[in-house]
Each structure stands twice: as C-alpha cells, then as structure tokens.
C-alpha cells in the first residue's frame, strides 16, 4: 500500500533535534524523501505498524505530530504534482 508519512518534530530543543533526526532516519529505511517532513512509503501493513512502532517510540506526543495518510494499493495515481521532481519512483526499475 502506499502510504505517506509526514511529521512535525519540534526543535526548541537538543532534544528535539534529536527525535527530528531519529524519525527521518526512520522514514528514510522505508520510503522516499519528497519534501523536507514528508515521505512516500510502499509497504505492506505489518511493515507499516513497524514503522509506526519506531517512530512512536522516538517522539514526544506532547511536543510532536506525525501523520499517517494510507492512500491504498493505487495510492500513486491519486498523486498530482508540479514543479521540480527531485525523486525516483520507487516502483520503477532502479539501476544502480
């Protein structure tokens, strides 16, 4: 399923700064970076509850926010985008 991950880590902090890293490297080992707080995951749903696992973990619910969006297996035509496209469907054949 496609699945888009967004966050809002507050950084008043070290602290902060340092939730901010871990859930970005988090994301980053199952999705595509697309914006600064925001990444495209293709997972299946136990992966997806990992996910959630580790990131709930990491954060403080008080101070922090993440979003789940699960746009479903055809969650990728629903995407419109314009401008600059700086990333790679990771659907696609990748050579490295």
Known sequence: MFVL????????SEGGKKRLRKVAKICENYGQRVQNSVF???????????????????IDAKED???????????????????????????DVLII
């Open 65 to 91: 926010s993440i979003r789940y969006y699960n746009l479903g297996n055809k969650g990728r035509t629903k995407v419109e985008h314009i401008g600059i496209e700086s990333s790679f469907d990771v659907e």
């Open 40 to 58: 495209e995951c293709i997972v299946d749903s136990v992966t997806l509850c990992k996910v959630k696992e580790q990131i709930s973990k990491v």
């Open 5 to 12: 991950i967004t966050y809002d880590v507050s950084t008043q």
